[in-house]
């Protein structure tokens, strides 16, 4: 694996959300998202401030302080093991294959570690081939399992 960090950006926990950094991380999310999430800014303040098995790493320039990317890890336990999830990640489309997707899956699973994870399962759909390439070249291996999903209907 070839260690391809990018000199200029770190990465890092969010551990406050002020409007501007709202609004990047919707700026880039929206690259990954179809459409705007409801209750954007609830959903932000949860994950970052509320939620203790979730955060937000986020990969910011280390002068100017611009979000370039962003990923939300996430650690369950259940009856068996406690496994890490990573999702809602993505950079910028300007600031890709720099190394910051790299970084950001690194610290993820420094992050997940440090929590007690034993391993890390990430759902992602077939066409997100960059992503994967990136999950294999960071020893990632694909499982063959169905996913079920149901809309609940709030009513
Ligand atoms: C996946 C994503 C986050 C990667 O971010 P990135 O900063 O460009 O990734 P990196 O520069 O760290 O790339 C690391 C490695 O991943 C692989 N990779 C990344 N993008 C690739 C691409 N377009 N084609 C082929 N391989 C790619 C390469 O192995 C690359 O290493 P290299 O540049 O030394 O060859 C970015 O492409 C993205 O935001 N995609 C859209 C959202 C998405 O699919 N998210 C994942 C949801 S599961």
Redesign the pocket.
Known sequence: M?E?YPEDYHAELLSYVNLEAEQRILEIGM??WSQEPDNFAKRLKHVVDVDRQASLLIAEHNETSEIA?FLVVRHFINLRKTVGSVED???D?A???????????QFAEYSLRQRGCESIE????PT????H??YE?LGYQKHDIDVFHKTLRTT
């Open positions: 070839t391809n690259n990954l990317g990640f993505v950079v489309p600031y890709r294959r720099l190394g910051i997707g790299r970084l950001l899956m990430i759902t992602s759909q997100r081939e960059a992503a390439r990136l070249s």
